[in-house]
């Protein structure tokens, strides 16, 4: 992707028509809130809370000038009447169904919309068991061999699209976590990926047999969970190829979102570090996937390393060095989606005397998740009419996990993640860059 590539202030395509939203994993909890949500507020029963794209604002220029546009009105964003929902799920329940079973959204606020969760209907699933070994899916596609299969949900899309009318689509996964993987030779480019496809190689899970159907379709894919996915060599290049943008990993919702709060604060304050436990109980579909050590593995490994990106331990060493860092998820099916996350942090500061902070967020995963799912679909949506290819670092914000270049480390930390997000914006409609250096403000002041 090249600079000139890009598309800016007076280039940029409005969003015509309409936008489909496909999601694998369309019956989980996350999704039937995100779309019951959305569906709510088209209505005018709900405000978006929680939306960066919907209730956000950007600082535009010097802060005496006072331009603070809501970002909705300041960028060419899809509308949410033009949004259009589809999907595949192992389990053959509407939307409506699925959402009640969910148990996130009460009836009060499901009853309402019933008329149109009820016609959101999942298209059967591509499913293997050995990558979830805790769910059992039963509607899922009849076909046979990797190759079939994604063949299958190419011509989804593609009925998808016609039956809608569609414009433009975005994928976004928001289907269970997936058993730990590593990047192997076949992940290595595209040729060896279509060979192992060809072959089925038990390497190639579902959510990659997803994930290369809608790039080659040329649609934008988005990874919610943790799972390898699109984090390969092999659908980088074939992002980059198709022109298509890619983003993920794992939406950072309840504890992990926390730690990107805490954290740059102990470090802006050089505060040390000695140990960080973090246990969770959850008790919806996810809390059950998890319960799974090989699942549990793959969310591990995304929720450990945000605090040594974060505290950069080979820069303070006699701050970070040592710190021990636990992480526990334990499936406790009565709290359903209102998932717990307790952290007891030990910090030292002057003199290395100790201190603790106590966290107890009672929090609702899917309520903070549906938001995140929204602005991504909008701002992937945007990325593909500005020509931004490939990964797109700068929707870090959203993750636990997020996509970087080879060669460069992860941002962490929420608020230069946030300051990432909105100085890409600022460069795509022509203003300046916000460093909030501030001392300008002050270089013509006489003595008094």
């Not at 999601?23 to 779309?35: K, L, M, Q």
């Not at 088209?42 to 209730?55: C, D, F, H, V």
């Not at 990106?309 to 060095?321: A, M, N």
């Not at 709290?335 to 030990?346: A, L, P, V």
Request: with cysteine.
């Amino acid at each position: 992707m090249r600079e000139n590539q890009i598309k800016r202030k007076g280039q940029i395509e409005p969003p015509r028509g309409r936008l489909g939203v496909l999601i694998p994993g369309i019956g989980g909890a996350v999704s039937t809130t995100f779309i019951a949500g959305v569906e709510a507020i088209r209505r005018g029963l709900a405000e978006p809370i929680g939306s960066l794209t919907q209730m956000g604002t950007i600082r535009l220029g010097k802060r005496d000038q006072h331009r603070v546009p809501r970002i909705r009105d300041f960028v060419p964003l899809a509308g949410l009447d033009d949004l259009v929902f589809g999907g595949w799920d192992i389990y053959d329940a509407n939307a409506y169904e699925a959402a009640a079973f969910a148990r996130v959204l009460r009836r009060e606020h499901l009853d309402p919309i019933k008329d149109f969760l009820t016609t959101i209907q999942p298209m059967p699933a591509v499913f293997e068991r050995r990558f979830v070994r805790n769910l059992d899916g039963t509607h899922v596609k009849p076909e046979q061999g990797l190759r079939a299969r994604l063949e299958a949900v190419k011509e989804d899309i593609a009925r998808f699209r016609e039956m809608h009318r569609l414009e433009r689509c975005v994928m976004i996964w928001c289907g269970s976590t997936e058993i730990y993987q590593q990047s192997s030779d076949i992940h290595q480019d595209p040729d060896r990926l279509q060979q192992a496809i060809d072959r089925d190689d038990p390497r190639v899970p579902p959510s990659m047999i997803y994930a290369l159907a809608a790039l080659e379709m040329g649609v934008p894919c988005i990874n919610g969970a943790p799972n390898l996915t699109l984090d390969v060599p092999a659908m980088i290049e074939l992002a980059r190829r198709h022109r298509v943008p890619i983003a993920g990993k794992d939406f950072k919702t309840g504890q992990t979102l926390m730690k990107t709060i805490l954290a740059p604060g102990l470090k802006a304050r050089m505060l040390g570090l000695e140990g960080w436990y973090s246990t969770n109980i959850l008790g919806n579909r996810d809390g059950l996937v998890l319960d799974d050590k090989d699942s549990f593995k793959t969310k591990e490994e995304s929720k450990l390393s945000v605090l040594e990106y974060i505290l950069q331990p080979r820069h303070y060493p006699s701050l970070y060095k040592n710190y021990y860092h636990k992480v526990a998820i334990n499936y406790y099916p009565p709290r359903g989606d209102n998932k717990e996350g307790w952290d007891s942090i030990d910090i030292f500061g002057w003199l290395g005397y100790p201190m603790q902070i106590k966290v107890d967020f009672q929090c609702r995963d899917s309520i903070l998740a549906a938001p995140l799912v929204l602005d991504l679909v909008l701002f992937a949506d945007l990325a593909q009419r500005v020509g931004l290819s490939g990964i797109q670092e700068w929707l870090s914000f959203y993750f636990k996990s997020p996509m970087h270049r080879e060669g460069l480390y992860p941002e962490h930390d929420l608020f230069i993640q946030l300051m990432k997000l909105k100085n890409t914006l600022r460069y795509l409609m022509g203003e300046d860059q916000i460093t909030h250096f501030g001392l300008e403000y002050y270089f013509n002041e006489t003595d008094a």
